[in-house]
């Protein structure tokens, strides 16, 4: 997102990123057959609160077809198999973001898992003042394709706002003729997703994800308690059922959703029996690149 920084908040940006590179390493290293899904998620977000930082969102756990939203619900049961595991982590510092994923491989996708990995490093070297979004996508695109892949091409990068996960400008997985372009000082997260599959993905069944969508009034209590937590403390991040501390809180958010105040992010997922990798980095745009402020220490 193009917007004037100062220091402190560029500071803020990479202190986050800092926080989230090591958590998202100590994480993957965790992530084996048998952990669940429940335990890596409540792990990773106490670690980052360890080290200083809040969860931007619930930490994503997705599986196989699953490119993104998966997540632990209050009292998830699931087990991690041998699976394409994609972890999808944020942390912010005061509402300033950084965004990170990363494949774990324990199902014998090497190959997938290496064509995101390497589309993702192809993108970050053409990133300058300048340079046109499509361009990027059209890297993206051609990398994952090299490999024998297809992009997922309804999922994008995307910048990051001010307590905003989501921002302009959107950087696509594709070549696309219209797009913007980077300027110095933009916050954006690049996350190429490759798969065996058409490339496109569907909303699923499962959702375990939410966000405010408007302020508004509800006459239930729980879902009142609810509402007043989520506007205190998520503001218009994303957040987990799991997170609020009310009884019954699937029930106050059901509440919340009638009344358009709260969304969901359902699970997003390829056609069953095929797999997605995926990875990504948060970056700033500086005079001659890049700085990747996820980048391992």
Known sequence: MSVDLDAEQYEQCREAGEILAQVRDE?????EVG?????????AEERIRELGGEPAFPVNVSVDEEAAHGAAGPDDDREIGEDLVKLDIGVHIDGWLADTAVTVDLAGESELTEASAEALDAALDVV???????????VI????E???????????????????????PNVPNRAVEQSAELEVGDVVAIEPFATDGGGKVQEGNQEEIFALEREGSVRDRTARKALEQITDEFRTLPFAARWLDVRRPK???RRLQRQDIVHGYPVL?????????QKEHTIIVTEDGCEVTTRSR
């Open 27 to 31: 994480a993957a290293e965790r992530c």
């Open 35 to 43: 952990t669940g899904y429940l335990e890596i998620s409540e792990w």
């Open 128 to 138: 300058e003042p300048g340079v046109e979004t499509g361009e990027i996508g059209a």
């Open 141 to 144: 695109g051609e990398t994952i």
């Open 146 to 168: 090299g490999y024998g892949y297809n992009p997922v091409v309804n999922l994008t990068g995307h910048g990051l706002g001010h307590w905003e996960q989501h921002t302009t």
């Open 251 to 253: 029930m106050a958010l």
């Open 269 to 277: 997922k390829e056609d069953e029996g095929r797999m997605v990798s």
